[in-house]
C-alpha cells in the first residue's frame, strides 16, 4: 500500500466524524484535510469506478452526465466508450482546477453548477445515462436534486448510484443527512422511478458498494 494512503487513512481515522473531514469529504476545500479527501477518493473509488462503468453498459451515442466528477476515475472510464459530449458536474473549484490540469480527452465538458439546478445548461430529457458516485449522502434537500434528475433525463434514461454506506456511516449527519439505503430508494420511487438495488463485493473493504439504478419511466 502506497505510503500516502496509509498516511491520509490515519489521519482520517481521528477525523471521520468531525463536520470539518465530511465537508471536505464532500468537497475539498481546507488545506491539509483536502489532500486526505483527494487521496482517499483516489485509492478506494479507482476499481469501484470501473465496475460501475461497466455496469452502465453505454452505448456510443448516449449522452452521459456524471454528477460529482471529483479525480475524473469514472468519467474517464465513460469517455473510453462515447463518442459524443460528456458533461461532468463538479461544484469544487480545488477539483475543477485538477481535472483541467489533467490530459482529459477533448469530449468532456466539465461544468460548475450546483447540481441542484442545472436549467442553464441541460435541457429537459436530454440525458441517456446520469451517474453519481459516493455523491448522494451529501445532497440537501435530496428530493429538490431526485426531481432535477427527473427533469433531465429521457423518457427510459437510466440513472446510476455508486454508494458505499457502510464506510460513511460515521459521517457528520448535518452535512451528509442521505445515509440509508431504503430511505433513497423510497425518495428516488416517491418521484416515479422504476428503482433496483444490488450489492457488490468487489472484495476489499473499500471495494464493496450498493449498486442503485433508477429508470425514468
Ligand atoms: C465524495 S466526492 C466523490 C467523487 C467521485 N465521484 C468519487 O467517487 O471518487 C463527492 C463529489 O461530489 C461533488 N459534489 C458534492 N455536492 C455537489 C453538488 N451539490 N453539485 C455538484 N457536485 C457536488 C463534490 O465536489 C465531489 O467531487
Known sequence: MKLKLIVARW?????????????????????????????????????????????????????????????????????????INIIGIEI??????????????????ILENDAKDLSNEIPDGSIDKLLAINVIYFLKPIGEYLLEFKRILKQGGIGYLGCKFESIKDFDIEVAPNRNEKEIIGQLSGVGFNVSSEFVDLGEESSRYSFIRFEKQ
Open 11 to 83: 489521519i482520517h481515522k481521528f477525523l471521520i466524524h468531525t463536520e470539518l473531514m465530511t465537508k471536505n469529504m464532500r468537497s475539498p476545500k481546507t488545506i491539509g484535510l483536502s489532500w486526505v479527501a483527494r487521496t482517499l477518493m483516489n485509492y478506494s473509488n479507482a476499481q469501484v469506478s470501473i465496475d460501475i462503468v461497466n455496469r452502465m453498459k453505454l452505448k456510443k451515442t448516449d449522452h452521459v452526465l456524471e454528477l460529482g466528477v471529483g479525480n475524473g476515475l469514472a468519467i474517464k472510464e465513460i469517455a473510453k466508450i462515447s463518442g
Open 92 to 109: 469544487s473549484a480545488e477539483f475543477r482546477r485538477k481535472l483541467h490540469k489533467m490530459k482529459l480527452p477533448k469530449n468532456i465538458v
